[in-house]
């Protein structure tokens, strides 16, 4: 007796699909397998991390702010150093749209009055008088990208000529614009945290790896080294190496020294990890295999056994930035890093320590608001970006 295994024909529903339906249904799907199949990693990271909503929204967040680290003088409103202590605390100006005169975009000008009782200027906003702005219009002079020079800035008066000034985050006690003073301070604190990361990346691999892939005597003197540098209190470490700089050295020499103070203080916890795997990595089969075919430990350790965890080390380094630049900041509000005429994040803050700065002006706390932005976008990009690169996600 024969078993028929084909699906009853009185039920529709069992038929396999054919004609125009299987030729609609079937190409689809080996069309997306062998896309999968012939993808470079790259493509994959990319496919999975698109899939991560936040993180592909603090991806834009940070992509946004890294280009006013790059231009900060074409998001300036006027010259990042220039005072006038007649326009001291004024308060921020409010772009606005659509005057009464048909102008499309303006703020109000302001108006001081002297307080009789405490003496202190008092600045409102003056309802009678606007100051017209426009997009891309002329201001000061600047080289774009350090090499094109132009005056072209992305906010401005419509007549540069006329001598208007408007504050979109107000003013400081030097009578300083706080928006442009912000700008440039991005350009420094994100800069001294990538450079200070790719650094501490470079040396946490290195160092690490020689630990884990040697041993003996070699993982010995890294390991005790790691255990030494983690042992010093981060504070008083602080106020003696900032004690040791000198007091005349210019910003861009101080820039440099707490780059590079950063960065060797920073790469021990990479260095650990990254000696761990190396230790569960050195006995593997492909290992071995490199290396009795003879490739040279360099190859063995850079093009056989870090890329096995590029995901960890994609993390750590987007982690670590928003460490760095979070160190940076209070370094310099408490006066152990950065030093005015220098402006960051953390010179900045630097006005606000004071309550009576507090008081008069709550507007020079913005800038913790710019430090808050940009390490909750970090930390949630390297998360999306390791759950990405993750070959066992």
């Keep these: 007796m024969s078993t028929n295994l084909a699906p009853p024909v009185s039920d529709p529903q069992n038929l396999p699909p054919t004609g125009d339906e299987a030729a609609v249904v079937l190409p689809d799907i080996g069309r997306d397998a062998e896309a999968i199949y012939v993808a470079p990693n790259w493509k994959l990271v990319w496919w999975r991390f698109k899939k991560h909503r936040l993180a592909l929204v603090s991806g834009i967040v940070v992509i946004f702010i890294a280009t006013i680290a790059l231009l900060p003088e074409f998001y300036s409103t006027l010259p990042p150093h220039e005072s006038d202590s007649i326009r001291s605390f004024i ?136 255990e030494l540098l983690q042992s010093l209190p981060p504070i008083p470490i602080w106020m003696a190496l900032t004690a040791s700089l000198p007091r005349d050295w210019s910003v861009e020499q101080t820039y440099f020294a707490i780059t590079i103070i950063l960065s060797l203080l920073g790469w021990t916890t990479l260095g650990r990890e990254v000696r761990g795997r190396f230790l569960s990595l050195r006995e593997e089969d492909f290992v071995v295999a490199a290396e009795l075919i003879g490739c040279g430990k360099p190859r063995v350790i850079f093009r056989h056994m870090v890329p096995t965890f590029y995901s960890h080390i994609i993390a750590a380094s987007t982690l670590a930035i928003p460490v760095m630049i979070i160190n940076e900041t209070f370094l310099s509000f408490l006066g152990l890093g950065m030093r005015p005429p220098a402006i960051s994040w953390g010179v900045l803050l630097q006005e606000a320590q004071n309550l009576q700065s507090i008081a008069l002006a709550p507007w020079l706390l913005l800038p913790g608001l710019a430090v808050i932005i940009t390490v909750l976008a970090l930390n949630i990009l390297g998360d999306g970006i390791r759950d990405a690169a993750d070959p066992y996600s």
């Design 91 to 226: 308060p921020p100006q409010r772009l606005r749209f659509f005057a009464g005169d048909g102008t499309f975009l303006y703020v109000q000008d302001v108006k001081g009055q002297r307080n009789q009782k405490t003496l202190m200027m008092e600045w409102v906003p003056d309802e009678e008088k606007i100051i017209p702005v426009k997009l891309f219009a002329r201001g000061f002079e600047y080289n774009l990208l350090g090499l094109i020079p132009t005056d072209i800035h992305l906010l401005g008066v419509e007549n540069p000529d006329s001598g208007q000034k408007f504050h979109l985050l107000g003013t400081d006690r030097l009578g300083r614009d706080q928006w442009s003073r912000l700008m440039f301070g991005t350009r420094v604190s994100l800069s001294i945290g990538l450079i200070a990361v790719m650094l501490s990346i470079f040396l946490g691999i290195l160092l690490g790896g020689i630990s884990g892939y040697f041993g003996g005597t070699t993982d010995l003197i890294i390991q005790r080294l790691i």
